[in-house]
């Protein structure tokens, strides 16, 4: 099997999988009990708590747990725009999030709240200039995600921050879950944002797990009322050994980050040169994209014959984010490439650093087989 | 005269489009109603609604117009206008 899907989801670290089962066996108390068997999960996840803040850098932040990146969204966007809807009710984001972006997006759209998009310039990234024509003092949060999920590109967070700085009643949300454990983020990332989202199974960790990193400052409408947890703002049992998991696979995602980025980026010129060759492909990913994400469009080939010609092979990749997974053109990738044909044929490789090199010759042989047997159809 | 505006929670261009029919139900006292394509997938499956969202089905007694994807205020006055 060559799996080149891992933008989609990653397969779990054994460690991590053997923190977990440990966390579960070790610590049955509930957290929230006052007997010692409550005090010792609570410690285990205080210890937890303290290393991914330790790894993220992160000093006058809270980190609230949820079910995944899908739930921080929610939880970001509903949250405080709930809480705040006296200060303004308009909303920035761009054409490049995923589902749980707009979903909740939708939502607040029905309540009241202005939803308007930002330009992207020719390279998929933010038209600062267009952002900063459209906030104003009404303007209540921004969303925009770091790393697109499906070109790779990357956001120019800074300064887009900056911008949202001049506004102090004006909010900065950035979905985090195609950066997180692929790149190290700068030290003092989370000191320019206001709330960052991300979900641990695109680093190895197990499914079930997410965080909300939200400056201490801000409160925010949770979104479940209930029981006593580790957070204000996010009700239920805390989930002592998926807190452990998460900060096990940061903590293994983040070593030696700086070589397993070098060589990931290998991969991507190799799958570049020889995809280069071809006459009917595109390559939409462009400088500003991660090495983890190859975008391309094989023009004459619709990307779901591809994908399961690619399976009868036993690889696997995949068309637009598994989120939206309807045949319609990307807009990712109209962004970058202007072309409607391209944008309705994308593909994407999403690779690792688990990724072998044998792995990538055999997925080029079989694309250039399939490639050329699809199109003579 | 009535809109039937099917949409989707993940995409943006029926973020996009919302308001805007929102805004030509208003203008024009148009009954409007909305689908998701998604969780209202057997009430819409009359309509044959292809990939691209959102789609407005205009129905005067039966289906007289279909506006499918983004469209400028404009050009949705246009359409009304020509149907009145």
Same mark, same amino acid.
Not at chain 1, 176 to 191: D, H, M, R, S
Not at chain 1, 226 to 248: D, E, H, N, Q
Not at chain 2, 36 to 60: E, F, M, N
């Given at each position: 099997?060559?799996?080149?899907?891992?933008?989609?989801?990653?397969?779990?670290?054994?460690?991590?999988?053997?923190?977990?089962?440990?966390?579960?066996?070790?610590?049955?108390?509930?957290?929230?009990?006052?007997?010692?068997?409550?005090?010792?999960?609570?410690?285990?996840?205080?210890?937890?708590?303290?290393?991914?803040?330790?790894?993220?850098?992160?000093?006058?932040?809270?980190?609230?747990?949820?079910?995944? @990146?899908? !739930?921080?969204?929610?939880?970001?966007?509903?949250?405080?725009?709930?809480?705040?809807?006296?200060?303004?009710?308009?909303?920035? =984001?761009?054409?490049? +999030?995923?589902?749980?972006?707009?979903?909740?997006?939708?939502?607040?759209?029905?309540?009241?709240?202005?939803?308007?998009?930002?330009?992207?310039?020719?390279?998929?990234?933010?038209?600062?200039? *267009?952002?900063?024509?459209?906030?104003?003092?009404?303007?209540?949060?921004?969303?925009?995600?770091?790393?697109?999920?499906?070109?790779?590109?990357?956001?120019?967070?800074?300064?887009?921050?900056?911008?949202?700085?001049?506004?102090?009643?004006?909010?900065? *949300?950035?979905?985090?879950?195609?950066?997180?454990?692929?790149?190290?983020?700068?030290?003092?990332?989370?000191?320019?944002?206001?709330? @960052?989202?991300?979900?641990?199974?695109?680093?190895?960790?197990?499914?079930?797990?997410?965080?909300?990193?939200?400056?201490?400052?801000?409160?925010?409408?949770?979104?479940?009322?209930?029981?006593? /947890?580790?957070?204000?703002?996010?009700?239920?049992?805390? =989930?002592?050994?998926?807190?452990?998991?998460?900060?096990?696979?940061?903590?293994?995602?983040?070593?030696?980050?700086?070589?397993?980025?070098?060589?990931?980026?290998?991969?991507?010129?190799?799958?570049?040169?020889?995809?280069?060759?071809?006459?009917?492909?595109?390559?939409?990913?462009?400088?500003?994209?991660?090495?983890?994400?190859?975008?391309?469009?094989?023009?004459?080939?619709?990307? +779901?014959?591809?994908? *399961?010609?690619?399976?009868?092979?036993?690889?696997?990749?995949?068309?637009? /984010?598994?989120?939206?997974?309807?045949? =319609?053109?990307?807009?990712?990738?109209?962004?970058?490439?202007?072309?409607?044909?391209?944008?309705?044929?994308?593909?994407?490789?999403?690779?690792?650093?688990?990724?072998?090199?044998?792995?990538?010759?055999?997925?080029?042989?079989?694309?250039?087989?399939?490639?050329?047997?699809?199109?003579?159809? | 005269? !009535?809109?039937?505006?099917?949409?989707?929670?993940?995409?943006?261009?029926?973020?996009?489009? *919302?308001?805007?029919?929102?805004?030509?139900?208003?203008?024009?006292?148009? =009954?409007?109603?909305?689908?998701?394509?998604?969780?209202?997938?057997?009430?819409?499956?009359?309509?044959?609604?292809?990939?691209?969202?959102?789609?407005?089905?205009?129905?005067?007694? !039966? +289906?007289?117009?279909?506006?499918?994807?983004?469209?400028?205020?404009?050009?949705?006055?246009?359409?009304? !206008?020509?149907?009145?």
């Amino acid at each position: 099997m060559v799996y080149l899907d891992y933008s989609a989801t990653t397969p779990v670290n054994k460690e991590v999988l053997e923190s977990f089962d440990r966390a579960s066996l070790d610590y049955i108390g509930n957290p929230n009990s006052l007997h010692k068997l409550g005090l010792d999960a609570k410690k285990i996840i205080d210890s937890a708590t303290k290393q991914l803040k330790e790894l993220l850098h992160l000093h006058n932040e809270e980190i609230i747990y949820t079910s995944g @990146a899908s !739930e921080a969204n929610n939880l970001a966007l509903k949250g405080v725009c709930f809480k705040y809807a006296n200060r303004g009710k308009k909303i920035i =984001t761009t054409e490049l +999030e995923h589902s749980s972006i707009y979903g909740p997006l939708s939502f607040l759209q029905r309540h009241g709240f202005t939803v308007s998009f930002v330009n992207l310039d020719e390279k998929g990234r933010v038209d600062l200039k *267009h952002l900063e024509s459209l906030i104003d003092d009404e303007t209540l949060l921004v969303t925009i995600s770091t790393v697109n999920s499906e070109t790779g590109i990357v956001q120019q967070v800074d300064e887009i921050a900056k911008l949202v700085s001049k506004y102090p009643k004006c909010f900065f *949300h950035t979905d985090i879950t195609q950066a997180v454990g692929k790149y190290p983020l700068p030290q003092n990332f989370f000191e320019k944002v206001d709330f @960052a989202s991300f979900s641990a199974h695109k680093f190895y960790g197990l499914k079930g797990i997410g965080c909300l990193i939200k400056k201490e400052s801000i409160s925010i409408e949770p979104l479940i009322h209930g029981g006593k /947890s580790t957070s204000l703002y996010r009700s239920g049992t805390p =989930t002592t050994a998926l807190i452990v998991s998460v900060s096990k696979a940061l903590r293994l995602a983040l070593d030696n980050i700086d070589q397993k980025y070098a060589y990931v980026k290998q991969l991507n010129t190799k799958i570049k040169d020889a995809l280069s060759k071809y006459a009917d492909v595109s390559i939409n990913s462009n400088e500003y994209s991660i090495p983890h994400i190859f975008n391309l469009s094989v023009l004459k080939i619709k990307p +779901e014959t591809m994908l *399961h010609a690619l399976e009868e092979d036993d690889i696997y990749i995949s068309t637009q /984010s598994a989120c939206s997974s309807n045949n =319609t053109k990307s807009r990712a990738v109209y962004a970058v490439t202007n072309n409607e044909e391209a944008s309705l044929h994308s593909l994407r490789i999403s690779l690792s650093y688990l990724t072998t090199k044998e792995e990538i010759d055999t997925f080029l042989a079989s694309f250039d087989k399939w490639y050329h047997k699809l199109n003579l159809r | 005269m !009535e809109l039937i505006v099917i949409s989707s929670v993940w995409c943006p261009s029926c973020l996009i489009m *919302h308001p805007r029919y929102v805004e030509l139900s208003q203008k024009y006292h148009l =009954t409007l109603t909305n689908y998701d394509y998604d969780t209202d997938a057997s009430i819409i499956s009359k309509y044959h609604v292809g990939d691209i969202l959102p789609v407005c089905i205009i129905v005067k007694d !039966e +289906e007289i117009e279909r506006i499918i994807g983004e469209k400028s205020m404009k050009e949705l006055n246009k359409i009304i !206008e020509s149907l009145m």
